[in-house]
């Protein structure tokens, strides 16, 4: 169990839709991650977040967004879905910001968009 | 930009060989750090092993070890004494000291073990 916990594990919805994905940091990391995994990008980073400020952004479409909150945990919403957004999100989280600092990965929210 | 490359996208080994899974990287910077992460079927992301670029040793985890060739820009991980469990996905990645950069994959090598 890495402490990371993702939220719902599964989702499934149809095109056109808004979901949430929620992610719970391990106790004490100030960092969170947001990846995503699908079978022909591999694992594309999204957003950063340290402390509750956006540090970093990829690959992140415009309708997508993320938060980070005062309690540390952090949503990622996406909006207007389409077929091609169904992957694997992963969260993650980590003490620090160096460059030697791993991440511990939620279990991921498995989304199908029909 | 960093870029991590994983050339073999599926590998076989026999239960109890050692097996090398290989990763090359590609930046300007001098400061980074090379991760393993393996990725089993049931989906969860498990860190392996770190390699900083300044290491002067090749880092070791039990059965993992990163075999770390700076000049040619290869951090390979050899998995000793491979065991069923092993079959998984497995992630090469990277972080350079330049700003907020974040961890950067490759696109993942799957090993199966064969008893």
């Known amino acids: 169990d890495s402490g990371v916990t993702q939220t719902p594990k599964h989702l499934i919805t149809a095109t056109g839709q808004r979901v949430t994905l929620r992610c719970s940091p391990r106790s004490g990391d100030l960092s969170v991650y947001w990846y995503q995994q699908s079978l022909d990008q591999g694992l594309q980073f999204l957003i950063h977040?340290?402390?509750?400020?956006?540090?970093a952004k990829g690959n992140i479409l415009e309708r997508f967004s993320a938060q980070q909150f005062p309690d540390l945990h952090s949503e990622l919403n996406l909006s207007s879905l389409e077929l091609g957004d169904s992957a694997l999100y992963f969260c993650?989280?980590?003490?620090?910001?160096?460059?030697?600092?791993?991440?511990?990965f939620g279990s991921g929210t498995q989304l199908s968009v029909l | 930009a960093q870029k991590i490359t994983q050339t073999q996208p599926g590998m076989f080994v026999q239960e109890k060989e050692a097996v090398t899974l290989d990763c090359t990287y590609d930046?300007?910077?001098?400061?980074?750090?090379l991760f393993w992460y393996k990725q089993p079927s049931s989906g969860e992301m498990i860190f392996l092993i770190y390699q900083g670029s300044y290491d002067e040793q090749n880092a070791t985890e039990g059965r993992y070890s990163l075999n770390f060739q700076k000049a040619r820009k290869s951090a390979n991980l050899v998995i000793s004494a491979s065991q069923l469990g092993d079959s998984a996905m497995y992630f090469c990645a990277m972080r350079v000291n330049s700003g907020n950069t974040p961890l950067v994959f490759g696109k993942g090598t799957r090993l199966s073990v064969i008893a």
């Open positions: 977040y340290y402390n509750g400020e956006e540090r």
């Open positions: 930046t300007s910077d001098q400061s980074y750090g």
């Open positions: 993650a989280s980590s003490g620090g910001q160096e460059v030697g600092e791993k991440l511990f």
